[in-house]
């Protein structure tokens, strides 16, 4: 979590508010809401000001804990069961780089901590095993190493065997250690003196083995070329491979073969991480089924959105880990459901620098990461809620050869795309159905004569600039026709309209007459500083242009005379940025710029349209690249670390002095450079080709949530703010925004600190519980629960139906009796001096206590479940009482009379740990039941049955179909029973 040390700001205000030393949030109230009602939340915590604010960002990708900085770089992570980890990589560089081992607390999973290191002879670890005291270390160009761990602060090599030569990794099974070692293949040692390991096997492969995987008497060895191996370990030493799937091989300008780097055992499937050449700038996933491990079967062969070098199943999800080539910052960890083989789902991921080895245990994962600098660390990801929510679709865009997506334009249910291509045309202009944003689809496709920059519908006609400007007709929405065109110089890059003027930003700025769309005309252009290398955007409003100009900031062109257009106005970068776009959102000027890290929006007010005066700024999470408006919100797209780090931000300016970021998404691939297009609740996202003459484009399509209102802080410790409705069901983290410093007097916001899964949207289900009477074969009455409600209630985990223990109230009296008579255990609970009594049956102590426990710590007593609709049967019934003791039917001699009867008493009747019956005395006496069904790990469907009010539909029926059966019925319209 981020900190502000060292700070102390106090605001002359009604509430003085101070910031503290240390800035948290430390829960929100409530934790659950729901989906279809806006709600009240509460932020708790410390160090919040009057200018503080809080956003909501969707937690259900994996999300980031902690972020601890290691010494050189990472490659492997092993647990330890005491609570530490060990973690293999290397420092320095090239022929000086030295194996290094780090040794990590974890006695806090979500913050390890630096406990020892131990400088290992070696080039590199590799790969780690552990084995009670001692840990197995593969160690490029040393071979296997030996470490002494009993005490993990002071670790000990207490072995070396260089004959195990280059090392990749090391894998313990059947109390025989395997070193997979590359060329020299698998080694096998006997390690009963691990201080001694025996060289006692050995597999000759026809690959490079890199991994081995565990089952039974098989094994799965990832080798390289040589593609997965299933090898028989009936007797360990003498290993004897039986099958062999080939590495996913297809043809690619970097190699022609395949690589088979690593797999991961499920059931009766093997997936495999192959790559078309060793650096894995492609990359395949098989899934293999091995149910006769013999005679292996592919059935599936997908490709992930990043390639991948590790893969891991998890609560039936793969989690996949890898960097795309030399480009370690640009790795990532992928979610994908594989529980249809045929159909894998690929969800979003998240951007985890450099992504090396990653360890899932728990709710929790470690994630081995590699940085530029040559250094590298471990981070702390949750996994709690894996699948991104807001992509929601993707589709493929130009098809041809060469072909790259470069504009689009969203009018209604159609989105059209404007690419720029290779061959006799210089376009395409595709047009898609999106109807259902879940599922677009291509229904017409043109050429153009010009490729494309930008793309802007207005009033029935379409405005694509390329080299010069063409207007297009929608008359007929799926068949756009050419109306107008005219040709300059250069590429268009940008388009804004303004009234009769259409703006293109190409190598200069040009300015075209298009009263007459069939008849546009350039009539003015003017140069910028950075224009020769192209200018990267332009807004327009009331005869004025805004500029993106690269490094040379933000340039304001009159055009109030079109004919002769002047600059008068530069606005430079406020901190040596470059700005990459610009447009009017809320009648307020946004630009977006980007540094060599991060990036900035910086807000505008356009009174003095000749002049803008800066209001706010804020800093993104990562580059900016693009921006696109509607209505308050500004959505930017942007890149971060690395060549596949990307985003896209959604930034509330329904307060422009006060920016608030409301949503973020990451997303694989290239898709910084995105072009952006808005309808209704869908963003739409045009991703450019990364290599044009082999992938094609992408249109991605996500749906972001509405914004909360501003919150109103209440003081250091307090926010409160208004949830509204529409939120899609899953869990939120709530980021803190602070001032970090003023432009013109104005604050600008960056995330300070993050409360990970701290509020829960829940989606409001349906669930009906009525009371049913029946009769037992002996002509009792007994009532049983039946249940209704949504199916999706009734599926996996089925509901609990709970005879609610009634309100004890504080410090109630706990005696246990003893029945001579029964051998059984009594609880009486005294609670409000007597007036309220609570008995327990059990058949002794222990068991009572064991079942009042339960009882307290689920809130009732379970009732057995019948069904997947109904649950008892119990004996349910309420009795009379009177100052003489207990009376009326029901009481027995097990429940003696009293002389001082408590007002109300309940007395429950177990078999075990069944229920079998309740009764209640006294008039104020009623039972409950509690009818829960939980989903999404944090949220209920509930509904509370009374026993009187389901009496009052029902006495009249029982008393009338059992004749002899005394039942007292209450009068119609009583409120219960005398």
């Not at 994962?365 to 660390?377: A, K, R, V």
């Not at 009796?817 to 049956?841: A, K």
């Not at 104020?924 to 026993?947: F, I, K, M, P, T």
Request: with cysteine.
């Amino acid at each position: 979590m981020g900190r502000l040390t060292g700070l102390l700001v106090c605001c002359a205000a009604s509430v003085a508010l101070c910031v503290a030393d240390e800035v948290r949030i430390d829960r929100v109230e409530p934790a659950v809401v729901y989906s279809d009602e806006a709600a009240e939340i509460t932020v708790r915590g410390d160090g919040f000001t009057l200018d503080s604010r809080f956003s909501l960002i969707d937690g259900s990708g994996p999300t980031l804990l902690h972020d601890l900085k290691l010494d050189g770089r990472a490659f492997a992570i092993q647990r330890d069961p005491r609570g530490y980890a060990f973690v293999g990589g290397q420092i320095g560089r090239s022929q000086d780089r030295e194996a290094l081992l780090h040794v990590l607390d974890l006695s806090t999973p979500e913050m390890p901590v630096r406990a020892a290191r131990l400088n290992v002879p070696g080039q590199r670890i590799t790969g780690l095993a552990l084995d009670g005291h001692f840990l197995f270390m593969a160690v490029e160009a040393s071979g296997l190493t030996v470490v002494h761990v009993e005490d993990p602060l002071n670790p000990e090599i207490v072995a070396e065997v260089p004959e195990a030569g280059s090392a990749f990794s090391v894998q313990l099974h059947a109390g025989y250690l395997f070193v997979c070692s590359g060329v020299d293949n698998v080694l096998i040692y006997d390690i009963q003196a691990p201080a001694a390991p025996a060289l006692v096997g050995f597999l000759q492969t026809p690959g490079w083995a890199h991994s081995f995987n565990f089952a039974g008497r098989f094994g799965y060895l990832a080798d390289g070329a040589g593609g997965l191996h299933v090898v028989d370990l009936i007797e360990p030493t003498q290993p004897r491979i039986v099958a062999t799937v080939p590495a996913y091989n297809e043809p690619s300008p970097w190699s022609p073969t395949g690589y088979t780097f690593g797999s991961v055992l499920d059931d009766t499937r093997v997936y495999t991480i192959d790559s078309w050449g060793f650096w894995a700038f492609y990359g395949r996933i098989q899934v293999i089924d091995v149910a006769d491990p013999a005679n292996p079967r592919v059935i599936a062969n997908h490709e992930p959105e990043v390639p991948a070098r590790q893969i891991h199943v998890l609560d039936g999800l793969v989690y996949l880990t890898g960097s795309a080539g030399f480009f370690p910052e640009g790795a990532r960890i992928q979610v994908a459901d594989f529980s249809d083989p045929l159909k894998a789902r690929f969800f979003g991921s998240a951007t985890q620098r450099g992504a090396y080895r990653f360890d899932p245990v728990g709710q929790m994962g470690y994630l081995i990461y590699q940085d530029y600098d040559g250094n590298g660390g471990v981070r702390v990801v949750d996994l709690r809620g894996p699948l991104s929510r807001a992509m929601i679709s993707r589709k493929e865009i130009g098809t041809e050869t060469g072909e790259t997506p470069q504009a689009l334009s969203v009018r209604g249910e159609h989105v059209y795309v404007a690419t720029s291509a290779q061959g006799p045309y210089r376009g395409y202009l595709e047009v898609l159905d999106v109807a259902d944003p879940a599922n677009p689809t291509t229904v017409e496709r043109f050429p153009t004569a010009r490729p494309a920059g930008a793309l802007v519908e207005r009033d029935g006609l379409l405005f694509l600039a390329g080299q010069g400007l063409a207007v297009m007709s929608l008359a007929d929405p799926l068949r756009p026709l050419t109306v107008g065109d005219v040709e300059f110089r250069g590429g268009g890059t940008d388009l804004a309209l303004d009234g009769d003027l259409a703006f293109v930003a190409s190598t200069e700025l040009y300015v075209v007459d298009i009263s007459d769309p069939e008849n546009p005309a350039v009539v003015g252009s003017v140069e910028t500083p950075a224009g020769r290398f192209g200018l990267d955007g332009v807004a327009a409003r009331d005869g004025y242009a805004y500029v993106a100009d690269g490094r040379e900031g933000l340039q304001v062109v009159d055009a109030t005379e079109p004919t002769a257009p002047r600059i008068v106005t530069t606005i430079p970068p406020v901190r040596n940025e470059t700005t990459k776009g610009v447009r009017v959102v809320n009648g307020h000027l946004v630009t977006v710029s980007r540094s060599s890290t991060v990036g900035w929006i910086q807000i505008y007010d356009l009174s003095n349209p000749a002049a803008p005066a800066p209001l706010s700024h804020m800093q993104l999470e990562n580059e900016g690249y693009g921006i696109e408006g509607n209505g308050n919100l500004a959505y930017v797209s942007g890149r971060g670390p690395g060549l596949d780090g990307s985003w896209i931000q959604a930034i509330d300016l329904s307060d422009p002095s006060r920016p608030t970021l409301v949503a973020a998404v990451d997303v694989p691939g290239y898709a910084y450079d995105s072009r952006l297009g808005i309808a209704d609740s869908h963003l739409f996202a045009l991703e450019p080709s990364r290599y044009p003459y082999e992938d094609p484009g992408l249109l991605r399509v996500f749906r972001f949530q509405p914004a909360q209102e501003h919150p109103n802080p209440v003081s250091a410790t307090e926010m409160t703010g208004r949830i509204p409705p529409g939120l899609s069901p899953g869990p939120y983290n709530v980021r803190h925004l602070l001032p970090e410093e003023t432009i013109s007097g104005r604050p600008a916001y960056r995330p300070v600190v993050e409360k990970a899964k701290a509020l829960w949207v829940c989606e409001r289900r349906t669930l009906q519980a009525e009371l049913d009477p029946r009769y037992s074969e002996h002509g009792d009455i007994v009532w049983r629960a039946a249940l209704d409600g949504d199916p999706a209630l009734f599926v996996d985990e089925s509901p609990q139906v709970a005879l609610e223990i009634p309100e004890l109230g504080p410090a109630p009296e706990v005696r246990f009796v003893l029945d001579d008579r029964t051998g059984r255990t009594t609880i009486d609970i005294h609670v409000d001096g007597g007036r309220r009594e609570v008995t327990l049956s059990g058949a002794d102590r222990h068991d009572v206590e064991r079942l009042w426990q339960e009882a307290v710590d689920r809130g009732g007593l379970l009732l057995p479940q019948i069904d997947d609709r109904h649950y008892g049967d119990i004996e349910l019934g309420l009795r009379r009482t009177t100052v003489e003791g207990l009376t009326g039917r029901g009481t027995s001699a097990g429940h003696p009379a009293s002389p001082e009867p408590p007002t109300t008493r309940y007395v429950y009747t177990l078999s075990g740990s069944t229920l079998t019956a309740a009764a209640g005395y006294g008039s104020g006496a009623n039972h409950w039941l509690r009818v829960s069904a939980a989903y999404d790990d944090a949220c209920e469907a509930v509904q509370r049955v009374s026993y009187r009010e389901s009496l009052r539909d029902a006495c009249e029926e029982l008393v009338s179909g059992a004749p002899g059966v005394a039942l007292d019925c209450p009068a119609p319209g009583a409120p219960g029973l005398p």
